[in-house]
């Protein structure tokens, strides 16, 4: 733990867990925290989420768990050259999505509809409820009972009055403090992540051309560049040669523009990291313009596609109809969950059975969630 920066996380400085536990023998604290992650049930799931394809349109998409690896790869890449905690960006990383209802985006904004008087939904919060109460794993305690720094990471987002319901925290955004440099590291490593994959499978899919791509200046400089040194290349192999180079621009000027804010603020602790005005992890303003351009071009080409808007109508609906049937009649729902909408309504009355029916939806697979709505409303499909 010597190399670790003195802004880094350092393990015997972290804060701890919800519920005291004996050191592990041969691991980290947080290297504890990412094989619990690793064999958690919400993790597995993840193979059969989507990014912005539902799962059945092909095999070769990305999935939810296929893009947490990469978010991890990088940010472990980065987190090593700025001498950041690894073992804690990778932890972060692979449980940043645990939250994400099937059908991506669609799913989490047609639930937060369903979820409008009862407290909404997001899918950081439902990340952090994840890990902290619906993982069933152990005997003593409910959830993962990771490190607060790991907890404090997978919460990206939060309003004043969510943060005043979650404890410790939920601290920082009442007290306007910035996350740990690991927790900032993992929403750069997760913008780069997702939206080159969505180029890449959006090419895949013949929504988006090379044509059309060169109006971004960050892919016209490199399909330039790979193009005057393989003159021949074509189809797959370009695109990929294309992509990673803008990946190592983006991940390269990263690490360099990162280490630059770190040296010209001075930090010497993750207190006064804390205490900074914004985040010390971040791109320069040249790549920060470049990257824009990129995603406001998948905004406006890829995700606004008719063929995707009409995959997140159909996905959308799948969502809402579940939800208005087991919010009606929650005996629809499997044994272990109506038991817990039945405990939860009794506490809190219709929001508590709210949140346990977006519990069970948040929690299906793009597939699950399919079969269940087929189930309750085709009239020839088996119960």
Aim: hydrophobic share 35%; proline share 3%; charged share 30%.
């Amino acid at each position: 733990m010597s190399r670790l920066a003195p802004y880094a996380a350092h393990e015997e400085q972290s804060r701890g867990r919800r519920h005291a536990e004996p050191k592990p023998a041969y691991r980290s604290e947080y290297q504890r925290d990412r094989d619990r992650i690793v064999h958690s049930t919400a993790f597995r799931r993840l193979v059969y989420k989507t990014q912005v394809f539902v799962n059945h349109e092909g095999d070769l998409y990305r999935t939810r768990l296929t893009h947490t690896l990469e978010v991890a790869q990088i940010a472990r890449t980065v987190a090593r050259q700025l001498r950041l905690n690894e073992a804690l960006s990778e932890s972060v990383c692979l449980a940043h999505d645990l939250g994400h209802t099937p059908f991506g985006h669609a799913g989490q904004d047609a639930l937060n509809e369903c979820m409008a008087d009862f407290g909404g939904f997001e899918h950081n919060l439902q990340s952090l409820r994840v890990v902290d109460e619906l993982e069933e794993h152990y005997a003593d305690f409910d959830g993962l009972n990771l490190s607060f720094e790991c907890r404090e990471g997978i919460l990206k987002h939060c309003s004043h009055k969510n943060a005043l319901l979650l404890g410790d925290v939920g601290e920082r955004f009442i007290n306007r403090e910035q996350p740990g440099l690991e927790a900032q590291l993992s929403n750069f490593a997760d913008e780069i992540a997702y939206n080159n994959h969505d180029v890449d499978d959006g090419i895949r899919a013949g929504l988006i051309t090379l044509e059309e791509l060169s109006s971004v200046r960050l892919f016209a400089g490199y399909h330039a560049e790979v193009r005057a040194l393989h003159p021949q290349i074509a189809g797959r192999r370009l695109v990929y040669e294309i992509l990673r180079r803008i990946i190592n621009h983006l991940v390269t000027d990263l690490v360099e523009s990162s280490a630059a804010r770190l040296r010209e603020a001075g930090v010497a602790s993750i207190q006064e990291v804390r205490a900074q005005r914004g985040f010390l992890i971040g791109f320069s303003e040249g790549t920060a313009d470049l990257n824009q351009e990129l995603k406001s071009f998948l905004r406006e080409r890829l995700y606004k596609h008719h063929k995707v808007q009409r995959m997140t109508s159909k996905a959308r609906r799948v969502v809402r109809e579940l939800f208005d049937a087991f919010f009606t009649n929650p005996g629809l729902m499997p044994d272990e969950h109506r038991v817990t909408g039945s405990r939860r309504e009794a506490a809190q009355g219709p929001s508590g059975l709210a949140r346990a029916v977006s519990d069970y939806i948040a929690g299906m697979t793009d597939r699950y969630a399919i079969l269940e709505h087929r189930r309750l409303f085709d009239p020839v499909e088996r119960t």
